[in-house]
Every structure is written in C-alpha cells, then in structure tokens.
C-alpha cells in the first residue's frame, strides 16, 4: 500500500513559480514510477510529468514541456513538480501517482495504482 501526500499548492499570478512536493509512505520508494496528473474543472484528468524510479528518465506532457520539472529523492521517499512561468491555464488540481516501475513511463492515469488527495494551483492573469 502506497500513501501519497502533496502539498505546495497556492494561488500566483502569471509568470510566478511554484513547487509542489508529494510525500509517499512506502517501504521501498524505488520500486515507483512516479507522475504528477492535474484536472481543470470540466476537464479530464490530464498527465504533466513523470519520472521512472531513479529519476534519470522523465516525460511531460508538450503544454509545460521547458517550464516544469519533476524530480524525486528516494531517500526522502518524495517527488517534487517545480513549475516556472505559470500561466491561468496551468489553473487546476495537480495530484500525485505512483504505479510499480515499467519498462516505459505512463501518461494514462488508469495505469496509476495510487493517488493523493490533490492540491489546488490557482493562477491568475
């Protein structure tokens, strides 16, 4: 069982930055790929970012491809999202995923096992 916890959420104005970090209880940290999805209201849940278990190997989604960067310290069993350049459609709940690693990373939020409770960004124009 995976407990995941995010925190750093906020409301910024355009062009500010936020890191959002999510804390895990889990045995073995390192056996997790990790994800960070987000969901406008009305929209469908949508992935932002994720990295494999060591964190050598990233993706994210084209719209915040040069502007965030997700990255993970096993020793903390934490990962962190930091977003730079915020723009008002960046507005949404980002959550936390963890799945098993896999040979190649997932951008389907069904393949996430586990999930926090999300943390609201809010960004104005």
């Known amino acids: 069982q995976v407990q995941l916890v995010e925190s750093g959420g906020g409301l910024v104005q355009a062009g500010d930055s936020l890191r959002l970090s999510c804390a895990a209880s889990v045995r073995t940290f390192s056996n997790y790929d990790m994800a960070w999805f987000r969901q406008a209201p009305g929209k469908e849940r949508e992935f932002v970012a994720a990295c494999d278990w060591s964190g050598g190997n990233t993706n994210y989604a084209h719209s915040v491809k040069g502007r965030f960067t997700i990255s993970r310290d096993n020793a903390k069993n934490t990962v962190h999202l930091q977003m730079n350049s915020l723009k008002p459609e960046d507005t949404a709940v980002y959550y936390c995923?963890?799945?098993?690693?896999?040979?190649?990373?997932?951008?389907?939020?069904?393949?996430?096992?586990?999930w926090g409770q999300g943390t609201q960004v809010t960004v104005s124009s």
């Open positions: 995923a963890a799945r098993l690693y896999g040979i190649s990373l997932s951008v389907f939020p069904g393949d996430y096992l586990y």
